[in-house]
């Protein structure tokens, strides 16, 4: 299972980090990743880490977004920075190898 925290309402500019931890003990061979949707759209891809460490990015978030992973906290994280109110969004983790999804967490950015 995947439990995910750390949305909020934060002000467009504003930073937050997410945080998705497992409980499968395979979590340090799993590639990790951060999807979003938006109000009336669908599910997209943000982040994604392999269990090495190689990330891969959407171009919307490149350079504002980083995900990264502690291994021996079994647990993924998505460190947002320079927020905007297009990043307004459910965020879910997703571990590709156990096959699963977090429950979700909202972000709100005001404008």
């Known amino acids: 299972q995947l439990q995910a925290f750390g949305g909020g309402l934060v002000q467009a500019g504003g930073s937050l980090r997410l945080s998705c931890t497992a409980s499968?003990?395979?979590?340090?061979?799993?590639?990790m990743g951060w999807y979003r949707q938006a109000p009336g759209k669908q599910r997209e891809l943000v982040a994604q880490i392999s269990s090495r460490g190689s990330t891969n990015y959407a171009d919307s978030v490149k350079g504002r977004l980083t995900i990264s992973r502690d291994n021996a906290k079994n647990t993924v994280y998505l460190q947002m920075n320079s927020l905007k109110p297009e990043d307004t969004a459910v965020y879910y983790c997703?571990?590709?190898?156990?096959?699963?999804w977090g429950q979700g967490t909202l972000v709100t950015v005001s404008s």
């Open positions: 499968e003990s395979i979590f340090n061979k799993s590639v």
């Open positions: 997703r571990d590709y190898v156990a096959d699963s």
